[in-house]
C-alpha cells in the first residue's frame, strides 16, 4: 500500500512562509522512488484541485503553476525519498488543502489523474 504523508501545514500571515513536506513509505512503491514524478496541488472549500508544481525524477525537470511561480518552489531528496514544497509570500488565496502526489511514467505533470498515488493533506491557512 503507498503512503505518502505530508507535514508542515499550519497558519500563517500574509507574507509569511511555510514548507511543506512529504514522506514517501519504502515499501510501497513497486518502482523506485527515484523514477517517480511528485507533484504538489491543493484544494480549497467549494473548488476543484489545483495543481501547484511537480518535480521529475532527477529533480532537474520542474513545472509550475502560474498562481504560484517565483513564490513556491518544489524539491526532491531521492535518497531520504521526500518531497518539499517551499511557499514565501503567502496570501489569503493560498489557503487550502495541500496534497503531495506521485505517479509513474506521467505524461502531463499538471493533470492530477496522472498521478496514482495521493497523501492525506495537510492545511494551510493565511491570514489577511
Known amino acids: 500500500q503507498v503512503q505518502l504523508v505530508e507535514s508542515g501545514g499550519g497558519l500563517v500571515q500574509a507574507g509569511g512562509s511555510l514548507r511543506l513536506s512529504c514522506a514517501a513509505s519504502?515499501?510501497?512503491?513497486?518502482?523506485?522512488?527515484?523514477?517517480?514524478?511528485m507533484g504538489w496541488f491543493r484544494q480549497a472549500p467549494g473548488k476543484e484541485r489545483e495543481f501547484l508544481a511537480a518535480?521529475?525524477?532527477?529533480?532537474?525537470?520542474?513545472y509550475y503553476a502560474d498562481s504560484v511561480e517565483g513564490r513556491f518552489t518544489i524539491s526532491r531528496d531521492n535518497a531520504k525519498r521526500m518531497v518539499y514544497l517551499q511557499m514565501n509570500s503567502l496570501r489569503p488565496e493560498d489557503t487550502a488543502v495541500y496534497y503531495c502526489?506521485?505517479?509513474?511514467?506521467?505524461?502531463?505533470?499538471?493533470?492530477?489523474?496522472?498521478?496514482?498515488?495521493w497523501g492525506q493533506g495537510t492545511q494551510v491557512t493565511v491570514s489577511s
Open positions: 502526489a506521485a505517479g509513474f511514467n506521467v505524461a502531463f505533470p499538471r493533470l492530477a489523474h496522472e498521478y496514482r498515488y
Open positions: 519504502d515499501r510501497t512503491f513497486s518502482s523506485t522512488f527515484s523514477s517517480y514524478t
Open positions: 518535480a521529475r525524477w532527477s529533480g532537474g525537470t520542474t
